[in-house]
């Protein structure tokens, strides 16, 4: 009976191990968007895809930028296993020259805080 019962906890306890190891991960599609040249006044939404390639559900707990020039979006909800999902970016385009930006994702993920860039430069409008 003794042996049954340490057994018994021997298994709950390597179940309740394997439960607490569970976690997200967040595999993007790209961590880089690059504008390329673009006009000034264009549209500047872009959005980072991503896949959360772990076995936990994924919690976007903050999305920050750089500057005030770019305002990042996280999802609201958590991202399921398997599940994608997105981060939008909208760098205000009536600033030109260079975008080198950095905007930094915090989440439950095995991988807490993770940097992606965006990129490119802002032209005048040479056609109005």
Do not use: H, W
């Not at 930028?65 to 999802?75: E, L, R």
């Not at 909800?77 to 020259?97: A, F, Q, S, W």
């Amino acid at each position: 009976m003794k042996k049954i019962i340490a057994i018994a906890i021997f298994v709950v306890a390597g179940m309740a191990t394997a439960q607490a190891q569970k976690v997200a991960k967040m595999e993007f599609k790209s961590e880089t968007i690059d504008y390329g040249e673009i006009k000034k006044g264009s549209d500047g939404l872009r959005v980072f895809q991503f896949t959360n390639t772990g076995d936990a559900p994924l919690v976007i707990e903050d999305v920050r930028s750089t500057c005030g020039c770019t305002v990042p979006k996280k999802p609201e909800n958590p991202i399921m296993p398997g599940k994608t999902g997105e981060i939008e970016v909208k760098y205000d385009t009536k600033r030109l020259g260079p975008i080198r930006k950095t905007v930094t994702v915090y989440s439950n993920a095995e991988e807490p805080v993770k940097a992606l860039k965006i990129k490119g430069t802002v032209l005048e409008d040479t056609d109005s």
